[in-house]
């Protein structure tokens, strides 16, 4: 069999196949979550979150709200060159973003087993 008519059979398969998985995986609400960065922010993001004094203190003073905040570990890039450090018995971790109004922050977050500690927030 000649080429052209080999590379055609090979396209016309997998083009039934990728119509196949579009038609029955399309409407899953899978994620591509493989990545570290993605499994970090996908584990804060699971967990109830609870507020130190400090944090308390940076949201008072209205340059940074909790949408930022959740923006942040929606989107954000964790450091992990500066992460990974022990806190009470939790995992600390720098995650770098910025807030509505385009400034670059800094949040740092404390992961337990239940729940997530947001420890500070920092203008860069």
Same mark, same amino acid.
């Given at each position: 069999?000649?080429?052209?008519?080999?590379? +055609?059979?090979?396209?016309?398969?997998?083009?039934? $196949?990728?119509?196949?998985?579009?038609?029955?995986?399309?409407?899953? !609400? +899978?994620?591509?979550?493989?990545?570290?960065?993605?499994?970090?922010?996908?584990?804060?993001?699971?967990?109830?979150?609870?507020?130190?004094? #400090?944090?308390? !203190?940076?949201? %008072?003073?209205?340059?940074? &709200?909790? %949408?930022?905040?959740?923006?942040?570990?929606? %989107? $954000? #890039?964790?450091?992990?060159?500066?992460?990974?450090? *022990? @806190? !009470?018995? $939790? &995992?600390? @971790?720098?995650?770098?973003? #910025?807030? +509505?109004? $385009?400034?670059?922050?800094?949040?740092?977050?404390?992961?337990?087993?239940?729940?997530?500690?947001? *420890? %500070?927030? *920092?203008?860069?």
């Amino acid at each position: 069999m000649k080429f052209k008519y080999r590379l +055609a059979y090979y396209l016309f398969g997998m083009l039934i $196949g990728v119509m196949f998985l579009m038609f029955f995986l399309g409407n899953k !609400k +899978a994620e591509f979550c493989y990545l570290p960065n993605c499994r970090v922010l996908k584990n804060i993001r699971s967990k109830n979150m609870t507020i130190s004094a #400090e944090a308390q !203190k940076k949201l %008072d003073e209205k340059w940074i &709200t909790l %949408d930022d905040i959740r923006n942040a570990v929606q %989107d $954000g #890039e964790v450091v992990f060159s500066r992460s990974k450090e *022990k @806190y !009470k018995g $939790g &995992t600390v @971790y720098v995650i770098e973003s #910025e807030t +509505a109004k $385009g400034e670059p922050v800094e949040v740092i977050m404390v992961n337990y087993e239940s729940k997530v500690l947001l *420890k %500070d927030v *920092k203008k860069q």
